[in-house]
């Protein structure tokens, strides 16, 4: 039972909650930088599954997956300077490197490099951040797994922990095409990601035994895990933060 091991260890569970209050404040700036610029959006990914499962970020979590209704966000020198004066970064990923991605956001605090207005293009080497939100084009996703119904116009207002969150009125059709998942209830843990924020989660589940599928206990011990009283508290954080932007 490695996810009950990791939930009993105060280190972990202070890591996860570290992580989480960082990955809700990006969340929250990305929010409010989207809805100035009239940018519709839905998650994707881990972060809908997450929201989906447990209306809350996954536990092994450490990126964030967003796909955006276009690809020109960084012909907008506004928008470029708007992200740099709330402390937001952002990462051209190129799709002739194998990225998925078409560029990723985090906040400049978990950039190893110096902050600028201008996009950083990534090189062979790059240090990616320890938090970052992925930023998906539904066109690529359209060419790239034939996803003919993404309809943006078709949105819904939903919550994921402390926010209020924007996402396609059908999200089972989003996890089952991106993933391949097909009963929400079975959790597996398919990857962690060594250089970044969830690299904590290596003291108990070895890269090796990858993918972990997570029985009954241990899913019921993470539900109760985002029962506790800090998911609430975070509300007013998240609003500190919006009232700031």
């Known amino acids: 039972m490695k996810i009950i091991e990791v939930l009993n260890d105060s280190e972990c569970v202070n890591t996860i909650l570290s992580l989480h209050t960082s990955m809700y404040s990006m969340m929250t700036k990305i929010k409010c ?20 499962r447990n209306k809350n970020l996954l536990l092994w979590d450490d990126d964030i997956d967003y796909v955006i209704e276009n690809d020109k966000l960084l012909e907008n020198t506004n928008f470029l300077v708007d992200c740099y004066n709330i402390g937001l970064s952002i990462i051209i990923t190129p799709y002739n490197m194998g990225y998925s991605a078409k560029y990723r956001i985090t906040d400049h605090k978990y950039l190893k490099q110096t902050p600028s207005v201008e996009p950083i293009v990534i090189y062979k080497n790059f240090n990616f951040p320890d938090i970052m939100a992925d930023i998906h084009d539904k066109n690529h996703y359209k060419e790239k797994y ?9 949105l819904e207002q939903s919550y994921m922990g402390p926010l209020q969150i924007t996402i396609v009125k059908n999200p089972m059709y989003l996890i089952r095409e991106f993933i391949n998942v097909n009963d929400i209830n079975d959790v597996i843990i398919t990857h962690i990601h060594d250089n970044m924020g969830s690299k904590f989660l290596l003291k108990y589940v070895n890269k090796n035994e990858l993918p972990y599928k997570l029985n009954l206990n241990e899913i019921n011990a993470i539900n109760d895990f985002y029962k506790q009283n800090y998911y609430k508290l975070m509300t007013q954080t998240c609003l500190e933060i919006t009232n700031f932007v």
């Open 146 to 154: 034939a996803v003919n119904n993404l309809d943006f116009n078709d």
């Open 33 to 52: 930088i989207f809805a100035k610029y009239n940018i519709k959006y839905t998650f994707a990914h881990g972060t809908l599954i997450g929201q989906q």
